[in-house]
């Protein structure tokens, strides 16, 4: 088992990596102290393939799990869907130790997430991701939220969860396009802070797109970046906010193509590379850098063209981002391979820019 550690203090949490490790949730559970009755948020697919499994688990660990699904979609992350679980959960009178446990990909854990940070001003919760995405990236730093129609996650609340069980066995059963929509993350932590990473998934792109050990591997490593930056900086108030790179773009095609027609990954893969491509447009970095990234990229099988979206549309989408300061756009930007930079960006520049 390869285990990391978020170091936050009284409020450190484990992220747990093993094959099979679906079946030791409830004493995994049990040994951090949560017990009683539970709540299980997951979808009909999810719940279909693991909820027998992680249920049985909870059971052997003296758990009393209620499971609530909810249904499968980006465009399902909202207040409502939110309400229907808050609705199961006071219908079983869950109290303030009762763990909520988000059993799925990225939409669950989001809005699972959520719910555990305002049920009751705040439960415990565990992150049990099934998608490669949310193994490596929505699982881990605490942040949860729902989706309002004009923006991606603009209703959420920062809220640890008490540990993390990632079984990369379960992505033998994820759909092929989610797979590699998962891998625009994975790319992501190589370009922000490790160019050996990078460097290694250039190398063993065939073996991590066959599920080859150095996936695992790539899981791990991206794991391991992104709990050192939540330890440095949990609610983003300056360095966690490079783990923004490609999502102020991909979060505008999101909205603007409508929740679910583009999977998440995919719009931060775009997102990327028209990052680098901005990047190299303000002279932070040269044309070669921002080849590689998207080479990388396309080569993992993701898309590297944006959609045929308005530009002016683009823009009024990006400016009722989470990211947006004092009126003015800011990106995430590339300077090197492994080196990025956090830059304000104006409308000119970025209309000159989507013109073209």
Same mark, same amino acid.
Not at 84 to 99: G, H, L
Not at 192 to 209: K, M, S, V, W
Not at 228 to 240: A, F, N, P
Not at 337 to 344: K, L, T
């Given at each position: 088992m390869r285990s990391i550690t978020v170091e936050l203090g009284g409020r450190s949490y484990p992220i747990m990596i093993e094959d099979g490790i679906l079946e030791q949730v409830g004493p995994a559970m049990a040994r951090l102290g949560l017990a009683g009755r539970c709540t299980v948020v997951t979808n009909p697919t999810v719940g279909g393939l693991y909820a027998e499994t992680v249920l049985r688990s909870m059971r052997e660990g003296g758990l009393e799990p209620l499971v609530v699904e909810i249904p499968d979609g980006e465009e399902y992350k909202t207040l409502d869907v939110a309400a229907?679980?808050?609705?199961?959960?006071?219908?079983?009178?869950?109290?303030?130790?009762?763990?909520v446990v988000a059993l799925g990909g990225g939409v669950v854990g989001d809005l699972a997430g959520f719910v555990a940070a305002t049920y009751l001003r705040g439960v415990p919760y565990v992150q049990v991701p099934t998608t490669l995405l949310a193994q490596v990236d929505s699982s881990v730093g605490g942040k949860t939220a729902v989706n309002h129609r004009l923006g991606k996650n603009l209703i959420g609340a920062f809220h640890q969860p008490a540990a993390v069980f990632i079984d990369p066995a379960a992505l033998a059963t994820l759909p092929r396009r989610d797979f590699r929509a998962g891998l625009a993350e994975v790319v992501k932590y190589g370009?922000?802070?490790?160019?050996?990473?990078?460097?290694?998934?250039?190398?063993?792109?065939?073996?991590?797109?066959?599920a080859a050990p150095e996936l695992e591997s790539a899981i791990a490593r991206s794991c391991e970046i992104k709990a %050192?930056?939540?330890? *440095? =900086?949990?609610?983003?108030? @300056?360095?966690?906010a490079v783990l923004n790179l490609g999502h102020t773009f991909g979060h505008a095609i999101?909205?603007?193509a409508g929740y679910g027609e583009v999977r998440h990954g995919e719009a931060v893969a775009v997102g990327m590379v028209m990052a680098a491509a901005l990047s190299? %447009?303000?002279?932070? *970095? =040269?044309?070669?850098?921002? @080849?590689?990234?998207?080479?990388?990229?396309?080569?993992?099988?993701?898309?590297?063209?944006?959609?045929p979206l308005p530009a002016g549309s683009i823009l009024d989408a990006m400016r009722v981002d989470k990211k947006v300061k004092a009126g003015r756009i800011r990106f995430v930007l590339v300077e090197d391979?492994?080196?990025?930079?956090?830059?304000?960006v104006d409308d000119a520049e970025l209309s000159d820019f989507l013109g073209h």
């Open positions: 229907t679980v808050y609705d199961r959960m006071i219908e079983a009178r869950m109290e303030r130790t009762s763990p370009v922000i802070e490790d160019a050996r990473f990078f460097e290694f998934l250039e190398t063993n792109t065939d073996a991590i797109l066959g %050192r930056i939540v330890s *440095c =900086d949990e609610t983003e108030q @300056g360095l966690r999101e909205t603007l190299v %447009r303000l002279g932070l *970095c =040269d044309d070669g850098v921002a @080849g590689r990234i998207r080479r990388l990229v396309g080569g993992l099988g993701l898309p590297v063209e944006r959609p391979i492994g080196r990025v930079v956090i830059r304000e």
